[in-house]
């Protein structure tokens, strides 16, 4: 029974996805700043959840953490802005398992999944 409250399964989750590409190739094949947004954006569909926020990084490496999208995802989510955090590929947000890590852990102790 829908009595127009959100749902508190799904709807009331806020998401946030990041994309990054780090050069010209990659921005016009399959791992396409665009492409990315597309297949983030279908999956939210599908499970019914809103994106309140999409952070980009293009032309950035991965294998630190120096980018300015990151750095703004990882500051709102010390804020608690939102509650998921999608990506396309975990190589989208780290090139090295300790950076992956380290962000892991940021994003943990603030309550995320």
Do not use: H
Request: contains cysteine; proline residues 2%.
């Amino acid at each position: 029974m829908n009595n127009g409250t959100l749902d508190k399964k799904n709807n009331s989750i806020r998401v946030v996805t990041y994309a990054r590409v780090s050069t010209t190739e990659q921005a016009s094949e399959g791992t396409s700043l665009d492409f990315q947004a597309s297949q983030l954006s279908g999956y939210c569909q599908l499970q019914g959840w809103t994106i309140i926020n999409n952070y980009v990084d293009g032309g950035f490496t991965g294998k630190n953490g120096d980018r300015p999208g990151l750095q703004r995802l990882l500051t709102d989510s010390k804020l608690g802005l939102f509650d998921k955090m999608l990506v396309f590929k975990l190589d989208r947000l780290a090139r090295s398992l300790s950076l992956l890590l380290e962000i892991e852990k940021t994003l943990k102790g603030k309550g995320l999944p």
